[in-house]
């Protein structure tokens, strides 16, 4: 029956879940581990935003920025934990984060030195290479603040590394 070959629609939302996940996951995630400096934090706050993803999944894809709805998510989840357990930032105890390709010696560092708003636009611009105008959606602020932030951030990092 012809019925049995055309996918339905259920079907076509799960394969393009699938597909943004395997295309998406380790990207978001190295984003977050750098951005909170927990590897295992950052795994779960992943996990987390993307079975949020996928609940809603329909949403989500009317979204301009899909990945930078799941990095907010991933982030804000992430932030909620480290307030709980009274830990805004922290050192890395092993270093879980495979990076391909491996950056400036000393860049992870001098990211993770940023104050947290600077890092998570740097971030979001630098590692994930969102726009301007995507940025400011994922992290909810404006245009002319990730500009602000951009520059700061830029400029303590080029401070930091010369």
């Known amino acids: 029956m012809i019925e049995d070959r055309i996918p339905s629609s259920e079907t076509y939302v799960v394969d393009s879940f699938e597909a943004f996940y395997r295309n998406r996951w380790q990207r978001i995630y190295r984003a977050v581990a750098v951005a909170i400096n927990d590897s295992d934090l950052a795994k779960e706050a992943v996990?987390?935003?993307?079975?949020?993803?996928?609940?809603?999944?329909?949403?989500?894809t009317t979204m301009s920025n899909p990945?930078?709805?799941?990095?907010?998510?991933?982030?804000n989840w992430a932030t909620s934990r480290l307030r709980r357990r009274g830990l805004l930032v922290r050192e890395l105890e092993t270093p879980g984060v495979t990076y391909q390709p491996e950056p400036e010696p000393g860049l992870v560092a001098a990211v993770r030195s940023l104050p947290r708003r600077q890092r998570?636009?740097?971030?979001?611009?630098?590692?994930?290479?969102m726009s301007e105008v995507d940025t400011a959606e994922a992290l909810g602020i404006p245009v002319?603040?990730?500009?602000?932030r951009l520059n700061r951030g830029l400029a303590q990092l080029k401070e930091a590394l010369t």
């Open 144 to 148: 002319g603040t990730v500009k602000s």
């Open 67 to 75: 990945e930078g709805w799941v990095f907010r998510v991933a982030m």
């Open 120 to 129: 998570d636009v740097v971030i979001a611009r630098c590692l994930l290479d």
């Open 47 to 60: 996990d987390e935003a993307m079975t949020r993803a996928y609940e809603r999944w329909r949403a989500v």
